[in-house]
């Protein structure tokens, strides 16, 4: 199998297997535990949550580990936003993920004011009509750092420079971009960063928010107090540890990896444009994410390329793998400002570790013909 859809999941780093196993058969206490086997988890929580943070460039205490990606980003929305005293205001990007956006919208529907703010036709968000929108009772704004489906990559050092002067909290989903761009906090200008680990190498259902500390949170979970009250519940010490070691394990290639994703995703793009009739790329050509590259190919759907690229043993797929069985056309594509049907055709190519020049040229070889096929011609 020739498998493009790391932006789906990403497989686990060995070293990563290797950290948590002993976590998973030996180190098996509560790590709120006060005996021994207690200590001993929560030494390994310690220092997972140390190392997180020092990615970051962030303090220990301000990491609450969360189990994915999806939970981060509901905390920091619904979290921030009500325990900001300033007002009842949020302001979100149009090509926020679901877990972003689905939960901005239950905001409104619980009486807070929403607005969302527009992309041009590269995804890149719109920071004049943010400037506009922002209002003194705005308790939060959020802006993706890379985008899922298309892999633009937002200027959040201008997005800060409009919140920052106006003590604005601004939340960045780092989902995508934990794996390949700098996720150091103050160089970034955020205010809370969420990131899930399978998208890096860890384990699915394990991920983090962090949070500045001077941002109040009111936690989702309530209970035993854990994660110092923001996030109750017993923590999966072996899934943390595990995170850590996957974050420290992609920072550290990161530069090279973006390097040599970089070329295969060039000759990918170049490739299916010089070979498929009307292929459209959708997303930033500069602005992009390492090692994706996503299309639209006009009169031709989607779904049917896939099950052709599929029985030729490669694996992709046509957007966010968290709406996958939909029949929808893309939120974030409508928003570049395509039209729904051309939307309904996207395909998108992510590479990640396991990717080789050998896969980005099995993809050329077949793509032409199953786009000739999936398209009835």
């Known amino acids: 199998m020739t498998y493009l859809d790391h932006a789906a999941t990403s497989p686990p780093r060995r070293e990563v297997l290797e950290a948590v196993w002993p976590y998973l058969t030996q180190v098996t206490g509560n790590p709120s535990s006060a005996h021994e086997a207690g200590r001993a988890a929560k030494a390994g929580l310690d220092a997972a949550r140390q190392a997180i943070a020092d990615v970051l460039g ?6 609450v580990l969360t189990a994915g990606g999806t939970e981060a980003d509901n905390l920091a929305v619904t979290g921030i936003a009500t325990a900001a005293p300033r007002g009842r205001h949020v302001v979100v990007s149009a090509i926020e993920h679901p877990a972003v956006l689905e939960t901005a919208r239950a905001l409104r529907r619980s009486g807070f004011a929403l607005d969302v703010v527009g992309v041009d036709a590269d995804g ?14 705005t308790t939060l704004v959020s802006v993706m750092y890379a985008n899922n489906e298309i892999g633009t990559v937002q200027p959040l050092a201008e997005v800060s420079a409009v919140c920052r002067p106006l003590g604005v909290p601004l939340h960045t989903d780092a989902v995508q971009a934990a794996a390949h761009l700098p996720l150091d906090v103050d160089a970034l200008g ?15 259902g394990a991920g983090f928010l962090w949070v500045r500390s001077s941002v109040p949170l009111e936690p989702l979970l309530h209970g035993g107090g854990q994660e110092r009250g923001r996030r109750s519940g017993t923590t999966d010490v072996a899934s943390a540890v595990g995170t850590a070691v996957a974050l420290h394990g992609a920072q550290a290639v990161r530069a090279a990896e973006a390097e040599r994703l970089t070329a295969l995703r060039e000759r990918l793009v170049e490739g299916v444009l010089a070979s498929v009739p009307g292929a459209r790329l959708t997303g930033s050509r500069t602005r992009r994410l390492p090692g994706h590259a996503s299309f639209c190919f006009a009169g031709v759907g989607g779904e049917a390329v896939l099950a052709e690229l599929e029985g030729h043993g490669i694996a992709c797929s046509s957007g966010s793998a968290c709406s996958a069985d939909s029949e929808d056309a893309s939120h974030v594509l409508l928003a570049t400002g395509l039209d729904a049907d051309l939307a309904r055709t996207a395909v998108r190519f992510t590479l990640g570790p396991t990717s080789t020049a050998e896969d980005v040229e099995a993809v050329l070889r077949v793509l032409p013909a199953a786009v000739r096929t999936a398209g009835g011609r």
């Open 190 to 204: 955020v205010d809370a960063l969420s990131a899930s680990a399978h998208k890096f190498g860890g384990l699915r």
């Open 124 to 137: 890149v968000v719109d920071v004049e009509q943010l400037r506009a929108l922002v209002r003194p009772d």
């Open 58 to 63: 962030a303090r220990p205490g301000e990491v």
